[in-house]
């Protein structure tokens, strides 16, 4: 963690709330499962990886703090409830959800299954979530990405599905915000796993040549923003779209 995001704060959050978090394993979900964690949330963490999910928890365990782990494919329907069954038997409801597990824009997928995956997964879980008897003062928060929303990118799928994610953040927003706030955090070039070696190439230079901040984006920069939205600091905010990307945007 860096000076910039090393804090004591607890942005208002209940101690003892619980965070649910996909894509837990790695990057900003793993950045997210750990910040919340130190800020006094019960953290229930999800991914696809058990090896790397065992890891976070050993070291959230560690710091004296409290999770359960689901390994599961949020995209898939029976994997989503029994991960909801099992949250409901150990912590109970989850007040905050950051949906934020997604597949890498550089794998080659079949249109409509990437939007499946990508989109479908969001609602599932938003759905399943929603229906598990939601505490007042609930919160959602969807990472999508600066493509498709203000970016194109080379994939198209990837650009399609970040955008129809914000879609579905806006619906929700306007739709059911009598039972959870619902808002969207935009990475822009996050320096995580799946971005590895991009800083480095052609096309990695000329973005960070544009990004006003001069740096790529930390997963602790990601985490930060999405803790503020989840939490009784954002308490007003309902449906933004927050780029965080350092100013690359505004200069496109
Ligand atoms: N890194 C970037 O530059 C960047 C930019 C914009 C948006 N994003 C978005 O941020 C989110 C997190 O990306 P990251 O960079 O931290 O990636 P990452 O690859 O470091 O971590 C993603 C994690 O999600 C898990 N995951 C993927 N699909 C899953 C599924 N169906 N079910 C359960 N777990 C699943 C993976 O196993 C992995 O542990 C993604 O939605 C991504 O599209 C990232």
């Known amino acids: 963690?860096?000076?910039?995001?090393?804090?004591?704060?607890?942005?208002?959050?209940?101690?003892?709330?619980?965070?649910?978090?996909?894509?837990?394993?790695?990057?900003?979900?793993?950045?997210?499962?750990?910040?919340?964690?130190?800020?006094?949330?019960?953290?229930?963490?999800?991914?696809?990886?058990?090896?790397?999910?065992?890891?976070?928890?050993?070291?959230?365990?560690?710091?004296?703090?409290?999770?359960?782990?689901?390994?599961?494919?949020?995209?898939?329907e029976t994997a989503v409830r029994d991960g909801f069954a099992a949250l409901a038997e150990t912590f109970g409801a989850a007040r905050y959800l950051a949906n934020n597990a997604g597949p890498p824009s550089s794998i080659p997928l079949e249109f409509d299954e990437a939007v499946r995956i990508s989109v479908g997964s969001v609602r599932r879980m938003t759905e399943t979530w929603a229906a598990s008897g939601l505490p007042a003062g609930a919160a959602m928060v969807a990472t999508t990405s600066v493509a498709g929303n203000l970016v194109g990118t080379e994939s198209d799928w990837y650009s399609a599905a970040k955008a129809a994610v914000m879609g579905y953040v806006r619906h929700l927003a306007a739709h059911r915000a009598g039972e959870f706030r619902s808002n969207a955090v935009a990475p822009g070039m996050t320096d995580t796993p799946r971005l590895a070696g991009f800083a480095s190439s052609e096309n990695g230079q000329q973005i960070l040549g544009r990004i006003p901040l001069g740096r790529m984006g930390s997963p602790d920069d990601m985490a930060m923003a999405i803790l503020f939205l989840l939490s009784p600091l954002g308490a007003y905010v309902n449906g933004v779209f927050l780029p965080v990307d350092g100013g690359w945007t505004i200069t496109q």
């Open 1 to 76: 963690m860096d000076r910039t995001t090393q804090s004591r704060a607890d942005f208002g959050f209940e101690h003892g709330d619980t965070l649910l978090v996909t894509g837990a394993a790695s990057g900003i979900g793993r950045a997210v499962a750990l910040h919340a964690a130190r800020m006094g949330l019960r953290v229930s963490a999800w991914d696809l990886q058990a090896e790397p999910l065992a890891t976070l928890a050993a070291e959230i365990e560690g710091a004296g703090g409290e999770v359960m782990t689901v390994v599961g494919d949020v995209s898939d």
